[in-house]
């Protein structure tokens, strides 16, 4: 089975400052999709990017982009000039695409609570 | 604006009452999905559907059913509330297949008295 890792359950940074979440996963499949989400307070989950695992290529939303580290295991997202909106709870995901079980199904990890300070 | 609404925001129910939540979806996606979340947790699959292709997790309880009656809506039926049942419950779509990302909808918080 898989499994995602944040190992972060909390950060904090200054409003325009610059922060980095950390996700892990453990997978056997190749070919897969990374997602990051966000949960602000009391208010809807949101997709912040998404990854395909056979692109090398980091995927990038305007100040949200990340570090794709397939041999590592590794999916951090890094959020540039961070702004007060950006204060929520953010998910990592994965989406397995190798048939079975994992197969169009997100697993989350366990958030991060990010707290952007004026 | 295309979007996933979820009726009602809130619910409040007593233990053992069965209670019903709506999801609609101006999308047409041809996926939509249930969601448990409990406080400061990560969102729970109960099960989805695939088009009209019901795919139930091994470890939902009996106690939750759905039913999807056309492209547009998703019903959750929760059979008889227990405490522990008290969570937010999130619906998201997809399309045109499982792989995409999944669009959520702003949840339905129960709270079982």
């Known amino acids: 089975a898989q499994t995602v890792t944040q190992s972060q359950p909390e950060m904090s940074v200054q409003e325009a400052e610059t922060v980095t979440l950390s996700c892990t996963y453990d997978t056997s499949e190749s070919n897969y999709y990374l997602f990051w989400y966000k949960q602000p307070p009391s208010r809807q989950m949101i997709l912040v990017i998404r990854q395909e695992a056979y692109k090398q290529q980091n995927a990038t939303e305007n100040r949200f982009s990340v570090n794709f580290q397939k041999a590592a295991k590794s999916f951090s997202l890094k959020i540039s000039d961070s702004q007060l909106g950006d204060t929520a709870m953010y998910f990592c995901?994965?989406?397995?695409?190798?048939?079975?079980?994992?197969?169009?199904?997100?697993?989350f990890g366990q958030g991060t609570i990010l707290t952007v300070h004026p | 604006d295309a979007m996933v609404i979820q009726n009602p925001r809130y619910q409040v129910t007593q233990f053992g009452k069965p209670v019903t939540l709506s999801c609609s979806q101006t999308?047409?996606?041809?996926?939509m999905y249930w969601y448990q979340q409990k406080s400061s947790q990560a969102p729970k699959l109960l099960f989805h559907?695939?088009?009209?292709?019901?795919?139930n997790e091994a470890d939902t309880p009996d106690n939750f059913q759905s039913r999807r009656p056309n492209t547009s809506f998703c019903f959750l039926d929760i059979r008889s509330p227990g405490l522990g049942d008290a969570a937010m419950y999130l619906c998201a779509t997809s399309s045109p297949s499982r792989l995409d990302a999944q669009y959520f909808g702003p949840g339905t918080r129960l709270t079982v008295l």
């Open positions: 999308l047409n996606h041809n996926v």
């Open positions: 559907y695939y088009d009209k292709d019901f795919n």
């Open positions: 995901a994965f989406m397995g695409n190798a048939g079975g079980t994992s197969y169009g199904k997100l697993t």
